[in-house]
Nanobody
Framework: QVQLVESGGGLVQAGGSLRLSCAAS????????MGWYRQAPGKQRDLVAT???????NYRDSVKGRFTISRDNAKNTVYLQMNSLKPEDTAVYYC????????????????WGQGTQVTVSS
């Protein structure tokens, strides 16, 4: 079993910055891709950014140039630096990881964190 724990969310004014962190722990054999998703009230959960084991990144168009995803493989941790925040960025942000994780007598390949609230006021 793998656990993903997010931190760094909070309330900020428009134009401000936040840095989210997500640390994976537990029975981890390997992690390939890590990413951040977000879900606003009444809307579906959408991809924000991903980063693979080689450091290649992918962002949704609305955050390009404002958000930066990075990872520390030695710490099994992924970060999301969010700058120039807008009210429309308000959502619960979830950490995601794909890899090979021990699960009882078998294994799992996907895991989610509990989410952290990001609120941007105007």
């Amino acid at each position: 079993q793998v656990q993903l724990v997010e931190s760094g969310g909070g309330l900020v004014q428009a134009g401000g910055s936040l840095r989210l962190s997500c640390a994976a722990s537990g029975s981890i054999f390997s992690i390939s891709t890590m990413g951040w998703y977000r879900q606003a009230p009444g809307k579906q959960r959408d991809l924000v950014a991903t980063i693979n084991s080689g450091g290649n990144t992918n962002y949704r168009d609305s955050v390009k140039g404002r958000f930066t995803i990075s990872r520390d493989n030695a710490k099994n941790t992924v970060y999301l630096q969010m700058n120039s925040l807008k009210p429309e960025d308000t959502a619960v942000y979830y950490c995601n990881a794909n890899g090979l994780f021990k699960s009882r007598a078998s294994y799992e390949t996907n895991a989610w964190g509990q989410g952290t609230q990001v609120t941007v006021s105007s």
